[in-house]
T-cell receptor, first 110, second 117 residues
Framework: DQQVKQNSPSLSVQEGRISILNCDYT??????FLWYKKYPAEGPTFLIS?????DKNEDGRFTVFLNKSAKHLSLHIVPSQPGDSAVYFC?????????FGAGTILRVKS | DAGVIQSPRHEVTEMGQEVTLRCKPI?????LFWYRQTMMRGLELLIY????????DSGMPEDRFSAKMPNASFSTLKIQPSEPRDSAVYFC???????????????FGPGTRLLVL
């Protein structure tokens, strides 16, 4: 029962272009959504979050969009940089617990 | 702040042996979470504590797994006896209560890579 799905295992983007990572969820009770970035041999690092009462949150090069009716959120990175190459996890919160997606490997080519 | 500290970073053991993983949360954080990451199941929550009390252990796979938090600065996850299918990366994370008393952003440790032969 995958409540949070990241259907793209990987994404390759040219440096300077936009990276768009997608996430779908099934549980309408999720009240908070987060994106984490993970480098090899390190723990996930918090990137950006959005409350379920909002539809957009922006932090520098990173913007998260939430479409509640479609149960879909996306992370936009613009411009993409080689240092952004990592695994990106979408996570959803309900009842103090986070449910994670399987992750998307982002490769930014220089 | 040093962040969440986990030890050991790597553990190789033989089937049947006891394994103890350790975690020191960020000072002042009152929530502590244990996660396991595998290729098959991704990142899944095993158990979490609030103010040193276990709140939800529904993710603990079976009785071979146990977790304790004797004080605010230390937690252990124990597997006894260990099995090859327990091989995974185990993460500890901590967070503090927000204004509404629910956890804020979770901060993860570097993880313990466990291999059970």
């Amino acid at each position: 029962d995958q409540q949070v799905k990241q259907n793209s295992p990987s994404l390759s983007v040219q440096e300077g272009r936009i990276s768009i990572l997608n996430c779908d969820y099934t549980n309408s009770m999720f009240d908070y959504f987060l994106w984490y970035k993970k480098y090899p041999a390190e723990g996930p690092t918090f990137l950006i979050s959005i409350s379920s009462i909002k539809d957009k949150n922006e932090d520098g090069r990173f913007t998260v969009f939430l479409n509640k009716s479609a149960k879909h959120l996306s992370l936009h990175i613009v411009p993409s940089q080689p240092g952004d190459s990592a695994v990106y996890f979408c996570a959803a919160n309900y009842g103090n617990k986070l449910v994670f997606g399987a992750g998307t490997i982002l490769r930014v080519k220089s | 702040d040093a962040g969440v500290i986990q030890s050991p970073r790597h553990e190789v053991t033989e089937m049947g042996q006891e394994v103890t993983l350790r975690c020191k949360p960020i000072s002042g954080h009152d929530y502590l979470f244990w996660y396991r990451q595998t290729m098959m199941r991704g990142l899944e929550l095993l158990i979490y504590f609030n103010n040193n009390v276990p709140i939800d252990d529904s993710g603990m796979p079976e009785d071979r797994f146990s977790a304790k938090m004797p004080n605010a600065s230390f937690s252990t996850l124990k597997i006894q006896p260990s099995e090859p299918r327990d091989s995974a990366v185990y993460f500890c994370a901590s967070s503090s209560s927000g204004l509404a008393g629910v956890p804020e952003t979770q901060y993860f440790g570097p993880g313990t890579r466990l291999l059970v032969l």
